[in-house]
DNA sequence: ATCATTTGTGCAATCGATTGCAAGAAAAAG
DNA sequence: CTTTTTCTTGCAATCGATTGCACAAATGAT
């Protein structure tokens, strides 16, 4: 690999002249200007962005943390962060910390060490430490999917409590008025943000949601295998289920195939995320689509703004964007007879 | 962040000796360690790896190029080789290419100018005119689940004949004589491969693999639709199917719950891959699992491994890993009377 | 006590870029 | 024909590490 030196001998002139040529920092004479470029092009001499990262403290190089790399939606995170960094000319560091706060530690330390010039975060909690480190640093930062209650930390999420209130409309128009929510980890804003929008929805276009009818998950199809084992041995009433991510609701439809209990015929399911099974399962499900182009597009955009400026005056950033309801095959309306839980205890019997 | 110099000065020493002790590369007294190692914790010293890059030559940065981030394989790919990467001290940038050329070349050359220590291809074509950029650097690069003509690349794949040999052995100890086969592109090799393994074991075994019972897809969800329906509407006669992949594999089987075929009870169907939806699904599928943990760490120590090294003496390395069936609900024993496609040819009339 | 060897440390160059400063040449002003 | 201003260009320092070489001190050999 040709170096600067190589071309400022080739062109005859001295290193700073053909930087300035390559760069236009300063003007440079359009004879001598030609002479560099074509030395340029005739070795194709390519700065060395190592080189420069270490001179101009800047990398082009941007880390985002996963939590794991099984669920489809941090893989979404992956490849539309990718997508974003690669159209603005950054590269991506890509680490998962398995949930261990050690990898996690480690892997945000060596992005420091390497000069990185942003973090996005998919997840953190808020007592996570790792924050505080990246307060000794200026590195610039931002959540997605989360929101902190540290302000000064930028986060772009859904608006979650518009996905909980588009799924009830959809619901409650088809004619549902007993609903059941198999939620996530409900210590999480998000999560009691989408039942919060749920369940304004359904009381106001009077449906019920009781306290029985409400099982947390973790967002795991396990979990929404168990969770709909729960509501139906415990006789849960409703006709119109929503699990708060597609994978539950994989798991609800699953164990309700299982039990015989027809899908949208006795029970109506809807997700959210919009997981490639959704739509390649049979019956396809309806669900909500998290806007994680767009996402990922912001966040990549307020990293490189931060980037660049020197100023540390740290608005309070928080981007929400709108959610989009897919209907499919798992909805329709409700059935006319009881409830398919108590129907299955009387079968029992 | 302080570097080497602060720490220097607060040791009473030179940037050398602090560098020396550091790194243990040359003996130093053990009063002055001690001393250069307190520094180094009072301070909280990280040496720069931009810094520690540009002079070493070495970045402990490898980068990964995928096609795309849709189809779970290279998922896997991302996935493994980040942890395997992880695990010596490696970070990892990745890179989708969307199957663009010009994508792929400038992701190569930021790597390059990036003074990476290794590229990890997934999936490149014989006629990349990338293999030549690097040809000029002296950069090592490793192919994972492709073959390459040229020999002088090294390779990591899985042994696809046996994977068409394991699923044709499961098959006819079932009960099985009469086979289709819905493939991979065929103008690749590892494709030809499985295919061969799955012929020839069918055949050894008493079995038919008409060529009217073989369709080319691409694996495509789509793809494994149109096959298994091109192979009904031409009448193939077969009551198990191979699609190459487990994509396609949903495909077929969704197409044949929409024409009311019962799988397994009238034809059975294995795929290949294991992706997540395999598991989950209902009938779970029959199918393949590539051993792509290991395929990546095999993949990593041999970037590694010649990294370090600077002899240019490229054995030519291919490693072959064995695959594993895993046996679901999607295959059973055939049934008694016709054939699948016959059988809706005489109930159209 | 003298010379040879070993051990520990620092100076300064280096990796490959960028950039403040100064100087020479050319152009403009007096 | 000076003097001032403007344009170009190069020198050398810098970013933060590593390392060859030299030198001083300590150790061992004679």
């Known amino acids: 690999m040709p170096s600067l030196k190589d071309v400022a001998r080739l062109a005859g002139v001295s290193t700073s002249t053909v930087s300035r040529a390559i760069n236009g920092t300063i003007p440079v004479s359009e004879e001598t200007r030609l002479r560099v470029e074509k030395a340029v092009r005739d070795m194709g001499y ?51 910390t ?22 996005i975060f998919s997840r953190v909690s808020d007592k996570s430490h790792v924050l505080k480190i990246l307060d000794r640093t200026k590195i610039p930062v931002v959540i997605i999917d989360r929101t902190l209650e540290r302000e000064d930390i930028p986060s772009v999420v859904m608006d979650n409590y518009e996905s909980g209130k588009l799924v009830a409309e959809h619901l409650l128009s088809l004619g549902h008025r007993a ?13 009691r943000d989408r039942l919060a929008g749920f369940r304004d929805t359904v009381l106001a276009g009077g ?3 009781e306290d029985k009818c409400i099982y947390e998950g973790n967002f795991k199809f396990e979990s929404g295998k168990k969770g709909i084992a729960y ?44 997981i490639q099974q959704s739509w390649m399962m049979r019956p396809s499900l309806t669900t909500v689509a998290q ?31 709108k959610p989009e309801l897919i209907v499919r095959e798992t909805t329709a ?3 006319e007879g009881s409830f398919a839980a108590e129907r299955k205890e009387v079968e029992r019997k």
């Open 231 to 274: 509501l139906l041995d415990t006789g849960a009433r409703f006709t119109a289920l929503w699990a708060q991510n597609d994978y539950m609701a994989v798991g609800v439809l699953n164990l309700l195939s299982d039990r015989g209990i027809a899908v949208p015929g006795e029970i109506s399911v809807a997700g959210l995320d919009n």
């Open 333 to 335: 309306r409700p059935p």
């Open 46 to 96: 390519k700065p060395n962005l190592v080189a420069q990262s270490l001179r101009i403290k800047s990398t082009r190089l941007l880390g985002l943390v996963v939590p794991e790399m099984q669920h489809e939606t941090f893989i979404s995170f992956i490849r539309f962060t990718e997508e974003a960094a690669e159209a603005k000319g950054y590269n991506l560091i890509i680490g998962s």
């Open 291 to 321: 806007p994680f182009r767009e996402m990922c597009t912001h966040a990549v955009d307020i990293i490189i703004d931060r980037a660049g400026r020197e100023d540390d005056n740290r608005e309070k950033i928080r981007v929400m964007l």
């Open 179 to 191: 609903f059941a929510c198999i939620t996530g980890p409900l210590d999480i804003a998000i999560n």
């Open 207 to 209: 449906g019920t949601l």
């Open 98 to 119: 398995n949930s261990d706060p050690d990898r996690e530690e480690r892997f945000i330390e060596n992005l420091i060490r390497r000069n990185i010039d942003g973090i």
